[in-house]
């Protein structure tokens, strides 16, 4: 009996692993669509409605959903602290500090990484074509994570269950 619920336990945690894994896979193209629907909207706030980059930030982080909006919302709370960091120090911790939140890769990150070396450093229109740019770049990425999601999502709810149903014969 006992040897019946251990395996019912490893099949179900050998489940749930690659369920996880898979929901990564899922994640991930949805984040980097946020992420380019936020930068839309900063150059928007910059470009036409000349907000100052605090309250800008602030409006997109609360129209997004966590941890994407977290990115924003730590780097406005810190321009608004005025403890005299640079707006690239301020995104740069913040990237880096929500960054394992979310389901994105490096490249996603060193492209946040570039445009924060631009916003708020200089002038409107050059702002405007680091953060077209930047959109540029995700929306390659977003392809890229949409293929990774078709080839991998049903690969890792598998290997999770064979693996856990192949532990579960071998202690059997």
Known sequence: MLKLVGAALILFAGTMI????????????RQ?????????????????????L??????????LTAPVSSLFAETSARLASG????????????????????????PERDTLLRLGETLGGSGASDQLKHLKLAAHQLQAE????????RRYEKLCRSLGVLTAALVVILMM
């Open 142 to 149: 977003e392809q890229a994570a949409r293929e990774d999601q």
């Open 54 to 63: 605090p309250d800008a930030l602030a409006r997109i982080a609360s129209a």
């Open 18 to 29: 690659g369920f996880v894994q898979a929901a990564r896979f899922a994640q991930r193209p």
């Open 83 to 106: 403890s005299g960091e640079t707006v690239r120090d301020c995104w740069e911790r913040a990237v880096r500090a929500g960054w394992p939140a979310t389901s994105m890769r490096e």
């Open 32 to 52: 980097i669509r946020q992420l380019i629907h936020a930068l839309q909207r900063l150059e928007t706030e910059i470009g036409y409605g000349q907000t100052p």
